[in-house]
């Protein structure tokens, strides 16, 4: 069973440019979360999809913005970037039951963004 | 507020010596979840154990064992016979929310190195 799948792994930018980052969930995972990692900030929630709909969101501003396809497929975007963006962007699925999530998150192996 | 605290950021341990990794969580949902990850310097993150908040039992896992005290809110994380392949950030999380949303919040982790 393939696992959690974030593209792409690396990507530079620079400051006011945007960027896309991908994630494929495990096979039958319904629920995907984003979380933003810096070493001043620890690991931050960023939002979580179910089933196409943006059921949480973190403490984020309106640059941070993200989507689920129907194939439970994940895409988070960043506009406008700046320098604190730089971070490692984790992406992680979980199995659910109905519409609850159970279990663990799968975790991906990240995207690490660098904003110049 | 803090919801995951992680009072111990470094650690060290002896190799083949046990080691407890303290967690401290606050929440008013009854029902919750909580998480021990654990993140080598390749920044993938790896899932360790899982405890219930209804579960009567603390969760063991191989070497890891989870202390669940839920009077004190207290979640601690015990890993017998260290290896040096232990050393990693470890990070304590929680999951809150039901059939409307679903959040993980995660503490600030503790860095735990294991010596020869």
């Known amino acids: 069973k393939a696992g959690v799948t974030q593209t792409p792994r690396y990507l530079i930018k620079t400051r006011g440019q945007q960027v896309t980052l991908s994630c494929s969930p495990i096979?039958?995972?319904?629920?995907v979360s984003w979380y933003q990692q810096t070493p001043g900030q620890g690991l931050q929630f960023l939002f979580e999809?179910?089933?196409?709909?943006?059921?949480n969101k973190g403490n984020f501003p309106g640059r941070f913005s993200g989507r689920q396809f129907s194939n439970s497929r994940s895409e988070m975007n960043v506009s406008t970037l700046e320098l604190g963006d730089s971070a490692l962007y984790l992406c992680?699925?979980?199995?659910?039951?109905?519409?609850?999530?159970?279990?663990?998150?799968?975790f991906g192996e990240g995207s690490r963004l660098t904003v110049l | 507020a803090q919801k995951i605290t992680q009072t111990q950021p470094g650690m060290f341990v002896q190799e083949k010596e046990a080691v407890t990794l303290d967690c401290t969580y606050d929440?008013?949902?009854?029902?919750?979840?909580l998480f021990w990850y654990k993140q080598p310097s390749s920044g993938e993150m790896i899932f360790l154990i899982y405890?219930?908040?209804?579960?009567?039992q603390n969760a063991t896992e191989g070497r890891y064992s989870l202390n669940f005290q839920k009077a004190r809110k207290s979640a601690n994380l015990v890993i017998s016979a260290s290896q040096l392949g232990d050393s990693a950030m470890y990070f304590c999380?929680?999951?809150?929310?039901?059939?409307?949303?679903?959040?993980?919040?995660f503490g600030p982790g503790t860095s735990l190195s294991v010596i020869p």
């Open positions: 405890q219930g908040s209804y579960d009567q």
């Open positions: 999809y179910f089933s196409e709909t943006q059921r």
């Open positions: 992680a699925s979980s199995a659910t039951s109905g519409r609850v999530n159970t279990g663990e998150l799968f």
């Open positions: 096979s039958g995972h319904r629920s």
């Open positions: 999380a929680m999951r809150e929310g039901g059939t409307s949303y679903d959040k993980v919040i």
């Open positions: 929440t008013s949902d009854p029902s919750y979840g």
